[in-house]
């Protein structure tokens, strides 16, 4: 089973960008489709970004679209999530979760497909 760490997050101010990664140990990440969710305090999870392993097909949750991108650099066993435009309602902990037999459809991000999962990074946007 794969293992994932998240960095990268931090303070920013509104409109700002980071860019998120996830590190791969223990397996390839380039047979795994990587997921990126995130947890604002009080609310539940929601899916952000997906990545499948086959064909690079990605998935967007509207309210990120146009500002976030997904990538992967299967040379360094790491998946990234490159985030601009930022607003005060990105401020959440992000995780990231793998799984080799998820396929990301542009439709629809299913958190309870994901077997492993990282231990989150917080992103806090300032207004």
């Known amino acids: 089973q794969v293992q994932l760490v998240e960095s990268g997050g931090g303070l920013v101010q509104a409109g700002g960008s980071l860019r998120l990664s996830c590190a791969a140990s223990g397996s390839t990440l380039d047979v795994h489709a990587i997921g990126w969710f995130r947890q604002a305090p009080g609310k539940e999870r929601e899916g952000v970004s997906c990545i499948s392993s086959s064909d690079g097909s990605t998935y967007y949750a509207d309210s990120v679209k146009g500002r976030f991108t997904i990538s992967r650099d299967n040379a360094k066993n790491t998946v990234y999530l490159s985030m601009n435009s930022l607003k005060p309602e990105d401020t959440a902990v992000y995780y990231c979760?793998?799984?080799?037999?998820?396929?990301?459809?542009?439709?629809?991000?299913?958190?309870?497909?994901?077997?492993?999962w990282g231990q989150g990074t917080q992103v806090t946007v300032s207004l």
């Open positions: 979760a793998g799984d080799p037999d998820y396929y990301c459809s542009e439709y629809d991000l299913r958190e309870t497909d994901f077997r492993s």
